[in-house]
């Protein structure tokens, strides 16, 4: 039990689907992140929110949309991927989004797009 | 384009031995490092954090840092099996001090 958690655990989804991830953390943080992670590369920053403001887009394409509706929980919708976009997805949260501050993980999504 | 740099490994000790991983980092205002470590199929977990130069101990694990060099290390004394894993080097970098994760180093613990 991390502290994070999200849902689904596994998805398998096709290239017209429509499907959200979520995750909550009762950390009692004010930042939250999402991280993809693909094999034989490093972790990659997604989205970043502090104090429920998005800060951070890594040039992640339109197919990926995220939403937080408050510090607690983040979402990220998906639509029209496409099979490169196949990884683990994490969430992750921190006190509040400054240099230091250390995060903690979800367990992870496993996105599989057929 | 800020980077971190491991050897990808697989880095394999016997138990008990010493396990020495390395990092190296590109961004000289980087000012925090972390060590994440990520069993197969599992999200990653802190396991040590360090901001200052020097060495930083916790149990069987012992970070180094050396800012000169821009070289970060962790070592693992007395290594277990059960410490067979990913090694994952994160810095801070980017406009919002947000870490950046090096790809990783695979452990190998041999009985």
């Known amino acids: 039990e991390t502290g994070v958690t999200q849902t689904p655990r596994h998805l398998v989804m096709g290239m017209t689907n429509k499907k959200s991830l979520k995750c909550e953390q009762h950390l009692g943080h004010n930042a939250m992140y999402w991280y993809k992670q693909s094999a034989k590369k490093p972790l990659e920053l997604m989205f970043v929110?502090?104090?429920?403001?998005?800060?951070e887009n890594n040039s992640v394409p339109s197919r990926f949309s995220p939403e937080c509706p408050n510090s607690s929980h983040l979402f990220l919708h998906l639509h029209t991927l496409q099979p490169e976009d196949s990884a683990l997805y994490l969430c992750?949260?921190?006190?509040?989004?400054?240099?230091?501050?250390?995060?903690?993980f979800g367990e992870g999504s496993w996105l599989t797009v057929v | 384009q800020k980077e971190v740099e491991q050897n990808s490994g697989p880095l394999s000790v016997p138990e008990g031995a010493i396990a020495s991983l390395n990092c190296t980092y590109s961004?000289?205002?980087?000012?925090?490092f972390f060590w994440y470590r990520q069993y197969s199929g599992k999200s990653p977990e802190l396991i040590m954090f360090?901001?200052?130069?020097g060495d930083k101990e916790d149990g069987r694990f012992t970070a180094q840092l050396n800012k000169a060099s821009q070289y970060v290390s962790l070592l693992i004394r007395d290594s277990q099996p059960s410490d067979s894993a990913t090694y994952l080097c994160a810095v801070t970098g980017g406009s919002q001090g947000n870490l950046i994760f090096g790809k990783g180093t695979k452990l190998s613990v041999k009985p």
């Open positions: 360090i901001y200052s130069n």
């Open positions: 961004d000289r205002g980087s000012q925090s």
């Open positions: 992750a949260s921190s006190r509040e989004e400054l240099s230091g501050n250390t995060i903690y």
């Open positions: 929110y502090n104090f429920k403001e998005q800060t």
